[in-house]
């Protein structure tokens, strides 16, 4: 029991240091925004990968809804 109530106070007494302003800003600027930053350059190859194979495919569609407009009006 007596270990709990320490482990809570120790928890609290840690959240309530980390919620002060200049803890945020400092923990905001060394761990969150090169994190960020970090997983960003890692992904950014990725998404436009699935950018271009989307437009691709939209295009490709496109092109076919044409081709098959233009086979219909022909056709009457």
């Known amino acids: 029991m007596i270990i ?5 106070q120790c928890i609290d007494n840690g959240l309530e240091e980390i919620k002060q302003p200049q803890n945020m800003s400092k923990i ?8 960020i930053s ?3 350059k890692r992904l950014y190859p990725y998404f436009l990968i699935i950018t ?3 437009l691709l495919t939209f295009i490709l569609a496109l092109l076919i809804f044409i081709i ?5 009006l022909k056709k009457s």
Request: proline residues 4%; without cysteine; glycine residues 0%.
């Open 4 to 8: 709990k109530k320490f482990i809570n």
């Open 38 to 40: 970090y997983t960003y």
């Open 52 to 54: 271009a194979l989307f």
């Open 28 to 35: 905001q600027m060394n761990v969150v925004d090169p994190m």
């Open 68 to 72: 098959l407009l233009k086979q219909t």
